[in-house]
């Protein structure tokens, strides 16, 4: 099924204050069914319940050079840029490795995985479907790195 996310009130974060989706405020979506695609229902969601899949990666991070010596730019002077990389592997079980050894073992059984074919014989790990709030939970912090699909606001 389609959905279109309509309305998505953030909150303040109880960590930071920073903009955050909250269960206390539902998002408004559309649903279009595939039998009637012109026609949609529009239901609410709670924002972390909402599934989704991730992918293994690798955090990369860039450092810009500095400036010449005797030149002062402080446009130059910017933080180190971050960021990931799709992950592929050799075969089926490095896959599996790397799903073992970074997944916490109280989190495994509520995130599945497959391993999906990649490019040129590679293989690449897809994790979930699983709760938005538990995939962004496990992949912030760069440890383990892991990119969710249809990231949600912050």
């Not at 026609?39 to 690798?58: H, K, L, M, R, S």
């Not at 970074?102 to 590679?122: A, F, Q």
């Not at 912030?140 to 912050?154: A, D, F, N, T």
């Amino acid at each position: 099924m389609r959905v279109v996310l309509i309305e998505a009130p953030l909150a303040p974060s109880r960590v930071d204050g920073s903009p955050t989706p909250s269960s206390d405020l539902p998002w408004r979506v559309r649903v279009y069914s595939p039998d009637y695609e012109a026609e949609g229902t529009n239901v609410y969601v709670d924002p972390w319940e909402v599934a989704t899949y991730a992918f293994a990666t690798i955090s990369i991070q860039v450092k810009l050079p500095a400036p010449p010596p005797g030149f002062s730019v402080p446009e130059l002077h910017l933080p180190p840029i971050s960021g990931d990389k799709a992950l592929t592997f050799r075969n089926a079980g490095d896959a599996e490795r790397w799903y073992a050894q970074n997944i916490p073992s109280r989190d495994k059984p509520y995130v599945p995985h497959k391993v999906i074919d990649g490019e040129n014989g590679t293989f690449r790990l897809l994790i979930g479907p699983a709760a938005y709030d538990l995939l962004h939970t496990i992949c912030s912090g760069g440890r383990p790195s892991c990119h969710l699909l249809g990231q949600l606001p912050h």
